[in-house]
């Protein structure tokens, strides 16, 4: 496989709403999305978080349910991602995604058991994504998200099933785009995760494929492809720069790096503060 990583990240999962409404002849929805995006100061690269009050406008001012889900899913307004989908074909790969997509999210926020469903019903729209368009990065991306929380839940060697799909899911939505940085994450986090394990448990999981050498290649693909943009990329590059290489100058870098970025994901909240705890730990370790 030939991973083409020289794009910029312009084409992620979440930041393609005002692309979509151009491309579906949308203009009106598309210089209304574009007047608002300026005149809240936001970056149409979404660098940072998407104001909710511009989601809101957004929303209302297309009857495009895709425009609508995506324009929430940037402001982590993932309940009404949800509702906005209501109006659009429950059978359409495209809404069988974003639907998992917004299940992820909402589960991400929450605890105990009520979170294994919403992973485990992210998968299943999503496999069904896949199997309606096997070409569709998005929806081969959002199945190894979605397969991987499950293994996570239940834990990888007891679900090497849903680890195996991760991988190969991402794989898959690596392959088909020119430029996805955040499934070259997933494939480097699957094979951080696999190599904090025993090479026995990997060996009698059928997970052996792991390699360090390989976290290293897709994390860095995915800061090259980002442009550096990615702060749980570098939380993890940096843990597993100390964790495995000990390398103290090289995970300081990182997390200096993560913690000068600007949040795009509700997960960055709390990568941000584990990365200020880990740079407390490593002042505190090398007296610096």
Sequence with gaps: MMLRIRESCSREVSGFWTARCILRGSCVTALAVIALVLFCGQSLALEERLDPSVADSIAAATDDPYVAADAYNDAWLHEKALQALEAADREAPGTLWRLARSRVNIAENLVG?????????????????????????????????????????????????????????????????????????????????????????????????????????????????????MIQCRVEYADFLLGKRDDKAGSREQLDAALELQLRDEQDVPYKERARKMLVNLEEATGR
């Design 113 to 229: 058991k009520e979170v294994e469903p919403y992973y485990e019903q992210a998968y299943e729209e999503a496999e069904k994504a896949v199997e309606l368009a096997p070409d569709d990065p998005f929806a081969h991306y959002t199945l190894a998200v979605a397969a991987g929380r499950v293994a996570l839940q239940r834990g990888i060697f007891t679900a090497s099933g849903f680890v195996k799909a991760t991988h190969r899911h991402a794989l898959q939505a690596a392959a088909l785009s020119d430029s996805f940085p955040r499934a070259l994450y997933v494939l480097g986090r699957t094979h951080k995760k696999l190599m904090e394990k025993s090479g026995l448990k990997r060996r009698l999981g059928g997970l052996n494929w792991a390699r360090n050498d390989s976290v290293i290649y897709y994390f860095e693909s995915a800061l090259d492809v980002s442009g550096g943009g």
